[in-house]
């Protein structure tokens, strides 16, 4: 699938908001952690993909209510949804000069269509050196799912299956989606919030 910029300007994917926060003290602190100037953005961005993927842990594979979205509120608590993950990674990144942008897809929340439909959201990261998009899913690894960095091939959290109404939307938007947004403030339990009120479609 050919994924299509939402903005042809790389400094839109750089933007801070209050979502992306990437100036709060605590993005700044491990950022000095993280990284060192000697690394490519290549490694920059497995090693922020890799730190958001296993430390910051998925609300519902933990079983925790707290709802977070800010990006330093997400580091803070080292837990949130794959919207406030994908909030902290693009944050992580974008403080390293590094455009990062939101790409979306629709599955079903679980094993069948009868079961609902969500969107699930992932990022996009520009490298230079490629001249070109990459996607990562650093929604957190378990059984059954295994995103990995790759330059090569997707290695994503899911697999879309289009026969059962899944899909893979193309747009790499430089904002978090309206809907993804109003959906963590709109609610204050992450277990409710992920079986009752994640949209259905963008």
């Avoid at 994924?3 to 709060?24: G, Q």
């Avoid at 629709?106 to 996009?124: Q, S, V, W």
């Amino acid at each position: 699938m050919q994924i299509i910029p939402e903005s042809h300007l790389l400094t839109d994917y750089m933007e801070e908001s209050s979502l992306i926060n990437y100036s709060h003290p605590s993005i700044i602190e491990v950022g000095k952690l993280l990284f060192v100037s000697e690394q490519s953005e290549l490694e920059k961005a497995k090693t922020a993909f890799e730190f958001v993927r296993d430390c910051i842990y998925h609300s519902w594979d933990i079983h925790h209510t707290r709802v977070t979205y800010l990006a330093s509120d997400v580091l803070k608590w080292k837990e949130g949804i794959c919207y406030a993950k994908s909030h902290l990674l693009a944050a992580l990144l974008r403080s390293q000069g590094i455009p990062t942008g939101f790409c979306y897809q629709r599955l079903m929340l679980f094993d069948t269509p009868e079961k609902g439909y969500c969107i699930h959201a992932l990022n996009a990261v520009f490298i230079k050196k490629l001249n070109r998009w990459i996607r990562l899913d650093a929604r957190g690894n378990k059984k059954g799912v295994n995103a990995q960095f790759s330059t090569d091939h997707e290695f994503l959290a899911f697999s879309v299956q289009e026969s059962l109404g899944e899909k893979d939307y193309p747009m790499i938007y430089y904002r978090p989606h309206p809907k993804t947004v109003a959906t963590l403030l709109q609610n204050d339990n992450a277990l409710n919030m992920y079986l009752h009120h994640l949209p259905s479609e963008l």
